[in-house]
């Protein structure tokens, strides 16, 4: 990113164009292939709610009041900067909403810097990173923005020439008259702020006017990332006197500090500057890192118990099960398929652990973190502190990963606590053992799924789904619906979430896909990458092959058959045709196929596995196709594609979390078991299908169902076993860490 000549992270008084505000420059805020059979019969099933409704729509009306607010500054040097109210968190959306503005105001793409937009609350509910919502939510406004950018930029232009803005054009950060004049943006700046320009009209481009959406991109940041120049939170030197601080925390989820039982040995340790009691354990602060963590291990301290207290995995899974609504009786002359999974709880793992700088004083504070859901974490801090919301300034910092996990600012909560405590400023960093241990988890789901069928289809399909409660108290990133998704009870805000979330594909005549989150469980956890997707249509996708299995047809074909929508079928047939669906496999080798679709988008996975050792499987090849509507950086889809893909491999073979007497034994990468490098296959393909619709679905989310499915069954055709147990793979094969 360009250099700020301000200094203070923010662009210099003079440096912007400002849309009819007192500056002297213009802010403009937007207004607004193979050989198929034909299918037979299917039973039609009535549309899921998410067909007619999903998450996104939802959000998207919830944005609706404040979509005008985008934030789109031209500098004098005819650079552009969008404030994004959303989380960079390497989904690639920087990139790509530097391609919508670059696209609409005609301006080279280098010239368009993306950086984080504060808490503001005046967004209300328009500043939350999640859903797979993000270019769904800003596709339009944004570029309405910089096409009414361009037009007063024209209009500038128009009225210093004293020609008419119909004959102006516009190309590179120029705009050009009839003649050959040209005019940089930068030198229109002033004049363009002039609220009693007289626009012509704005109107964003038509597609077949596009140079840029839809091409293939390289990320803006990516130099910047491989070169170590990047900066992230702990980077910043923004508090002038912050120290590193470490909080060490209880033996068990969710356990709380009575008392610090060697108080006074510890604070005499070399580079401890301070310890203090805090809400979730005992912060230390230190000269280096280095000195906190030696304190930290050095600490004995009084605990309160935890949430799950001598439960391990198993326990959690007997609860689940039990806490199981029963399906239906079937009838007399109907054959059925019966599965019961489970699903061990995941960390969400980010390379980038929670940290964050605080600096409290007595009238005020200032934050910076990685936040998906910054106004609420600026108003639960100033409730926290006692301060007036508008006495707590929250900076928001692109962040190395979330996947759901900077929902929550217990980061920036802790570092915010510390600092009042200790009166100074504070880097706090939470270590990769605490991340694992004490950080957000998908939680452990237990499932139950029967198929019926009859004369030859399936007449219905039941999927009850028991797991520990997905933590939704940041409502949609505000105090207000954080606060009515806990009086409304989890269960309520929950299982309205799943009906807008998951959607099952096929015909399958009646089917049912009901939620029960048990109240007795209480786990720290998050919306985990595809939420509830990842397990729900995983498992269905194995019973749609057990089910092709029972009536005697091939797994691609009797998908095709039953999908019910064309856009489904159309990247399904992609991948069947260019990953060579059906060829002859090695024994113990075997492909696996899948698709998903959710948000507005559809996927589908081919993926080739070696399982002559179970108990080391490896998929060395993958097929993927996409459709996700409007794509804007088909390099961006391709690497999410591939993410998925990643996630998909590590948490059906061998990545999970073991809770024992009330704690993860993981307290590493190496411990976890996400897939590396080698177990990454290296032959990969990626199709972004042409555009099926204006506007773009949603992506990041996408996969990670597909590449669950497609790999589960892969491992089912090759061993001949179909897996009940996710991971499949599930040893605890290490020694696990100290529990605090």
Known sequence: MATNPSGKGGLARRQFLTYLVAAPT????????????????????????????????????????????????????????????????????????????????????????????????????????????????????????????????????????????????????????????????????????????????????????????????????????????????????????????????APTIQGTPKRVLNDAEVRAMSGVIDIAVIETGVAILAETFGQAWDAKKALRVDWNPGSVDGLSNEDIFNKLEAATIPLAVPGVLVDTVDAEFRFAPVSHAPLE????????????????????????????????????????????????????????????????????????????????????????????????????????????????????????????????????????????????????????????????????????????????????SAMVRGAEELVVDEIAAKLGKDAYKFRREYLKHDAARAVLDKVATEGGWGRKMPPGHAQGIALHVEHRSSCAFLIEMDATDPKRPRVYRATIAADVGRPINPLGIEAQMISGLTDGISTTLRAGLHIKNGLPLEGSYSQSHFARQKDSPRDVKVFVMPPSREEPGGVGELPVPAAVGAVACAYARATGTWPRRFPINFDVDFDPFPPN
């Not at 020439?161 to 005019?183: C, E, F, K, N």
């Not at 009693?196 to 091409?215: P, R």
């Open 353 to 532: 652990s929670n940290s964050a700088v605080a600096d409290v004083r007595a009238d005020r504070a200032e934050i910076w973190s990685g936040l998906q859901t910054p106004i609420y974490a600026q108003q639960d801090i100033a409730e926290k502190l006692g301060l007036p919301q508008d006495a707590v300034k929250v900076h928001v910092v692109q962040s190395g990963g979330a996947f759901g996990r900077r929902l929550f600012h217990d980061g920036a909560m802790e570092a915010a606590l510390a600092s009042k405590a200790f009166g100074r400023p504070v880097k706090l960093m939470w270590t990769r053992t605490d991340d694992m241990r004490h950080g957000r988890m998908r939680g452990p789901s237990f499932h139950r799924v029967r198929a019926t069928l009859a004369a030859g289809q399936v007449a219905s399909y039941e999927h009850r789904i028991t797991q520990t409660k997905t933590d939704f108290s940041h409502g949609i990133g505000e105090m207000i619906t954080a606060k009515l998704s806990a009086g409304a009870g989890n269960l309520t805000y929950a299982q309205s979430f799943f009906n807008l979330m998951v959607e099952c594909p096929y015909d399958f005549g009646v089917v049912t896909e009901v939620l029960n989150e048990p109240e007795d469980i209480h786990l720290n956890t998050a919306s985990w990458r595809s939420v509830y």
């Open 26 to 249: 213009l802010t403009v805020a937007a207004r607004w292939g193979l050989d198929v059979e034909p299918a037979a019969a299917t039973v039609p099933s009535p549309p899921r709610p998410s067909e007619l409704y999903d998450v996104g729509d939802f959000y998207k009306q919830a944005c609706e009041p404040t979509k005008n607010m985008v934030l789109l500054e031209v500098a004098e040097d005819g650079a552009a900067w969008l404030r994004l109210h959303r989380m960079e968190v390497g989904q690639g959306i920087t990139t790509a909403c530097a391609m919508l503005v670059a696209e609409e105001l005609d301006l080279p793409l280098s010239k368009v810097h993306v950086p984080m937009r504060d808490a503001d609350p005046a967004l209300l509910f328009n500043q939350l990173t999640g859903g797979s919502t993000s270019m769904r939510t800003v596709y339009e406004p944004i570029r309405r923005a910089a096409a009414e950018a361009r037009s007063r930029l024209i209009a500038a232009a128009a009225l210093r020439w004293d020609v008419s803005a119909g004959q102006l054009t516009t190309r590179d950060g120029l705009v050009v008259a009839p003649d050959g004049r040209t005019a940089t943006y930068g030198s229109l700046a002033v004049s363009a702020a002039d609220p009693g320009l007289s626009l012509a009209g704005v109107a964003t481009k038509a597609a077949s006017e596009f140079s840029v959406i839809g091409k293939p991109i390289r990320r803006i940041d990516a130099r910047e990332m491989v070169t170590g120049q990047f900066r992230y939170t702990l980077d910043l030197d923004v508090a002038p006197g912050a120290k590193p601080c470490l909080v060490h925390r």
